[in-house]
């Protein structure tokens, strides 16, 4: 039996470092529809960063509930997840929504899973990653408030599965709603700037 993991915060404060990189952005271009074209070398820095560590926390997913199965891109990633994730489970991660209450912003980063197809914000990361001189103005900020986000929902499930890994149990009954609600509000300090549904939450979120 793999044994559940202890409550480490190194991947969730390298979160919280990056979301504290995405607010300050919003101090300098607004947050807003308007402005979610908007690309630059900052946007690109986290657009960058912040894929390359989903990257790192899926993969880290996938050692943990297929840990027999080589995996070495997304597509890998989401056939793992797929195969080995109770359905309701799966589908409870791709319809995962996360918001920003400030600016009355809310997407579903992952929906396009539900197709068996990758986010465009993933293919905008490979597109900068490596064809950067056709591909710069992909770097953009809604494309970065995806990135984020969909690395909030990551490190919640991540944190959630490898704490209760041993009990395998609780992550394919109804209770594993609980137990993620329990993950969220062990990881402190809380997220801020980038929230998930308020009902993760011990008080309700205004959005």
């Not at 990551?154 to 944190?159: A, D, G, L, Q, S």
């Not at 594993?176 to 979120?205: C, G, M, Q």
Request: glycine share 2%; hydrophobic share 40%; with cysteine.
């Amino acid at each position: 039996m793999i044994k559940p993991q202890q409550l480490t915060t190194n991947y969730w404060n390298y979160f919280l470092a990056l979301e504290e990189d995405l607010e300050q952005l919003s101090r300098f271009v607004e947050f807003n529809p308007d402005n979610f074209g908007a690309y630059s070398i900052e946007l690109a820095h986290l657009l960058l960063t912040s894929s390359s560590e989903i990257d790192v926390l899926i993969k880290q997913i996938c050692s943990l509930i297929a840990p027999q199965t080589k995996v070495s891109n997304i597509n890998n990633y989401r056939k793992v997840l797929k195969n080995n994730l109770q359905s309701y489970i799966f589908d409870g991660f791709i319809q995962e929504k996360f918001f920003i209450p400030r600016y009355h912003l809310e997407f579903t980063p992952w929906a396009s899973w539900k197709n068996d197809e990758n986010p465009e914000w993933w293919r905008s990361y490979n597109n900068v990653k490596h064809k950067r001189d056709s591909s710069f103005k992909e770097a953009n900020l809604e494309n970065v408030i995806n990135v984020v986000g969909a690395l909030l929902i990551v490190e919640i499930y991540y944190y959630w599965i490898s704490t209760h890994i041993g009990d395998i149990e609780v992550i394919k009954t109804i209770d594993a709603d609980n137990t993620r609600r329990e993950t969220i509000w062990k990881l402190e300090p809380n997220s801020e700037f980038v929230k998930l549904e308020s009902s993760y939450y011990p008080r309700h979120l205004a959005v």
